[in-house]
């Protein structure tokens, strides 16, 4: 099963911007869309829980996703 490997900058700014770590990973896993990043190489995974949106930049590695940043909306 691929691996969600969070970065020391992703697991702070999840901190600070009220991301739970769970819903975190459903987005990556699960997204309700996949867009471009403005980086060529990543890609924004999105997913709505009801009142509010979250949004993980990634890049793969192999089979694996490598974090990069998260917001909440």
Do not use: C
């Not at 509010?52 to 990634?58: E, G, L, S, T």
């Amino acid at each position: 099963m691929a691996q969600i490997i969070l970065t020391n900058h992703v697991k702070q700014r999840a901190l600070e911007r009220g991301v739970n770590l769970n819903d975190l990973d459903k987005t990556v896993r699960f997204p309700d869309q996949v867009v471009n990043s403005k980086a060529y190489t990543s890609k924004k995974h999105i997913k709505n829980f009801g009142t509010y949106q979250i949004a993980v930049a990634i890049k793969r590695r192999g089979n694996d996703w490598i974090t990069i940043s998260v917001w909440k909306n």
